[in-house]
């Protein structure tokens, strides 16, 4: 854990989401969501502090190779097959600060498209050296950084010929649960990006590009890895500075 | 010109589709040995305070069918009303309780169960107080978002009347969809995502 002794504690409100940025609930066109989105609309109202605390995690829980796919479901000396790539990143609060010591999950499909899932049915090959799933926590500068390799895309039934372009999947856990965000980080240059319904579930192109990670040269390791850069940006929180208070408070 | 903001958009969300599992817990879809064990699967140690509840229910679509890989977490405070969070600053939270829990729902029959202590009140900005209740956050494939809820208690009828969260509700049949079925110490919160019994979700 981090000494947060000289920090004052994070109690301001969050910013309001902008609903109009993330994917509605109701997209005909990702057929699942049609009996899955709720019709009336959400009860609007400022956060307490139900909402603005949230649960930390620790780096102590972290095993060695958490953040390293490519080795963690593998053999003693094995590894999994494919592309082999760093993602690493930033996660921030839309007012450009760090978000120490945040909780990101991330899963995926192996080199091939193939989940390690028992429902699922997709005829390409499981890696046994590959599980897919890591996990880290930030750092002092809000950066973190996991080891995998570039997962294939795969086809899906909605459409009678939809596939899903290359994804990695994030869950994130800020400071608090109002934050709580799960999102997928697609790759520089697929034309597949731009025909995947889920991916169109999103209106604005801007907010879809956001998703997508530059290939970033600088940070590739010259014969091992090629690098993607993936910031992420969670709610900010409103400065309690004025803020009515209660006396006494 | 003038100066900008500044500011940065929030990250988009995806859904968190069906294999959310090998992520979340993937010791629940047979990925066992990278994690010891899943997260959020244990909250209430032995020496924690309070009453022992179990929180039991399903998924529900818009067409009645309980959604069989629906991701659900919950954030509660403990049973004296404070939540284990370094935002919390009205006090230190019981350390045998970490008020968050993680649960993917059966495969086959949807059902989903948590094992928690029954939280105290927790007061609004205002400084009225709040009924006793728990958070809960539902993904699942199909939920391009994730839906944020409220479960209240069907024993604390004087508490939930005068809720601030539950009276800024307009139509007031839709109320009861945010206060659990069940007899203490086994409550029942069924959520429905759609249709005439859809929950309350929260904008929040």
């Known amino acids: 854990m981090f000494d947060r002794s000289n920090q004052r504690p994070e109690t301001g409100a969050f910013f309001a989401r902008d609903r109009q940025w993330h994917p509605p609930a109701y997209t005909p066109g990702y057929k699942t969501s049609v009996l899955r989105s709720p019709q009336k609309a959400l009860l609007s109202l400022g956060a307490t502090l139900s909402e603005i605390t949230g649960p930390v995690f620790g780096h102590s829980m972290l095993g060695a190779l958490d953040n390293d796919l490519i080795h963690n479901h593998a053999r003693p000396g094995e590894s999994a097959i494919g592309e082999r790539i760093v993602v690493h990143g930033r996660v921030l609060d839309e007012r450009g600060r760090p978000v ?47 080891r995998t ?19 990695i999947h994030f869950s994130v856990f800020g400071h608090g649960f109002a934050q709580r965000l799960i999102t997928q980080m697609y790759f520089e240059g697929d034309p597949m990006i731009w025909k995947c319904p889920i991916v169109n579930s999103i209106p604005d192109r801007a907010a879809i590009e956001q998703l997508v990670a530059p290939l970033d040269w600088g940070n590739t390791i ?11 940006v969670l709610r900010g929180r409103r400065s309690t500075l004025f803020e009515n208070r209660r006396e006494g408070n | 010109m003038v100066q900008t903001l500044g500011y940065l958009k929030e ?25 010891p064990e899943d997260l959020g699967v244990a909250m209430v140690g032995e020496r924690a305070a309070g009453s022992r509840i179990t929180v039991t229910g399903h998924v529900y679509d818009g067409a009645g069918t309980p959604i069989k890989d629906a ?134």
């Not at chain 1, 390799?149 to 994804?167: F, K, L, Q, S, T």
């Not at chain 1, 010259?222 to 992420?232: L, Q, T």
Request: charged share 20%; glycine share 10%.
């Open chain 1, 100 to 146: 120490r010591g945040a909780l990101l999950e991330f899963w995926q499909a192996n080199a091939g498209g193939r989940y390690r899932h028992k429902k699922e049915t997709y005829l390409a090959a499981l890696d046994p050296n590959f599980g897919g799933c890591g996990r880290t926590i930030t750092d002092e500068d809000g950066a973190y950084a996991f």
């Open chain 2, 71 to 204: 991701l659900i977490e919950i954030w509660q405070a403990d049973a004296a009303g404070l939540y284990n969070s370094p935002s919390e600053t009205r006090g230190t939270a019981d350390p045998h309780f970490t008020g968050w829990g993680r649960y993917a729902v059966d495969g086959a029959s949807g059902a989903f169960r948590f094992e928690t202590v029954k939280p105290g009140r927790v007061p609004y900005p205002d400084g009225r107080s709040m009924a006793p209740h728990i958070s809960f956050w539902i993904v699942a494939r199909g939920i391009n978002i994730g839906l944020h809820t409220r479960m209240y208690f069907p024993d604390e009828a004087d508490a939930n009347t005068a809720d601030p969260l539950l009276a800024r509700i307009e139509h007031r049949t839709r109320v009861a969809t945010l206060i659990a079925a069940g007899t203490p110490p086994h409550y029942v919160f069924d959520i429905h995502l759609q249709g005439e019994k859809e929950t309350v979700f929260l904008d929040i």
């Open chain 2, 11 to 35: 990250t988009p969300s995806q859904t968190a589709g069906p294999y959310v599992h090998i992520g979340l817990t993937p010791n629940v879809c047979d990925i066992a040995g990278i994690y």
């Open chain 1, 222 to 232: 010259p014969m091992d890895s090629r690098a993607y850069k993936f910031d992420i």
């Open chain 1, 149 to 167: 390799v570039r997962p294939g895309a795969y086809p899906w039934p909605n459409g009678v010929n939809d596939w899903r372009p290359a994804h």
